[in-house]
């Protein structure tokens, strides 16, 4: 947690591209400008063209957008996937793949130490949620709202912004509120023990890095933290044990990565 690494801002994998697909053009469509009032050259104006006004939402896969964006994400074109995921909540008409571009658009901006627009676009995401289910609820509708698929990531999400921006104690909050509503979301007891342990409450991070990494969360960042969790409670063999691993960890990963 102390380190920026790729994984600490989690976002979904897609649908995927049928197969076969057609081609996805990733440059814009050509459209008539007027000289007079806009510079032809200006790349700004593109972006500002392409809004419902000037695009009918049948012209529009945002499904297809969604992978478009993820794909600029494992490029680390991180500027242009928070641009894709901003029109694919603008253009979709599913709720729950609106909340997710959402977060995914937060994931970008937090590769790009944007924090406050990553806390932006992830208060989107759980704003929206919210509003979805008080809507449901209104209109006597069963079934899962669009709060309960990436709520909890962009809870973890949020957390890691605000920490980052200073804010330590809403990240708190909103870890906690992480865990409850995915109990088993494995990243978000880590990062529930990251800032416990920050607060001196190690016995309550303990049992938070335990339970990440009984769901499969299990890597040196946990156990380093878990290390200095024990350290705290006077438990210095153990410490000194995971410690040992840790750095066992990391030589193997240095040694793949020269391979």
């Known amino acids: 947690m102390t380190e920026h690494d790729p994984d600490d801002h989690a976002f979904s994998e897609g649908q995927g591209f049928d197969d076969p697909y057609e081609g996805f053009d990733l440059e814009p469509p050509e459209f008539e400008v007027d000289p007079d009032k806009v510079d032809p050259v ?15 939402s049948d012209a529009v896969d945002p499904e297809q957008l969604l ?8 490029i680390n074109r991180h500027e242009q996937a928070a641009e894709t995921f901003e029109r ?18 937060g994931a970008a901006h937090a590769e790009l130490e944007e924090w406050d627009a990553a806390i932006g676009a992830y208060r989107e995401a759980l704003d929206f949620g919210d509003e979805s289910e008080a809507q449901r609820a209104s209109e006597d509708v069963s079934g899962a709202t669009a709060n309960s698929d990436h709520a909890a990531t962009a809870e973890t999400n949020l957390a890691y912004a605000l920490w980052e921006s200073g804010r330590s104690e809403q990240a708190l909050e909103h870890a ?26 190690s016995e309550d991070a303990l049992e938070a890095f335990d ?16 290390a200095r969790a024990l350290e705290e409670q006077g438990e210095y063999d153990r410490a000194e044990e995971l410690a040992e691993e840790v750095d066992e960890m990391r030589e193997q990963a240095e040694q793949q990565l020269l391979e």
């Open 42 to 56: 200006d790349s700004r104006v593109v972006t500002d063209m392409l809004d419902r006004r000037n695009i009918p």
């Open 176 to 201: 906690e509120r992480a865990v409850e509503i995915d109990p088993r979301f494995a990243e978000a007891w880590y990062n529930r023990g990251f800032f416990l342990l920050e607060r001196g409450l």
């Open 67 to 74: 992978d478009v964006g993820l794909e600029y994400m494992h």
């Open 211 to 226: 339970n990440a990494i009984r769901l499969g969360f299990r890597n040196a960042d946990v156990l380093e933290e878990k």
């Open 88 to 105: 694919v909540a603008q253009y979709t008409e599913d709720d729950r793949l609106e909340q997710e571009a959402w977060t995914n658009k």
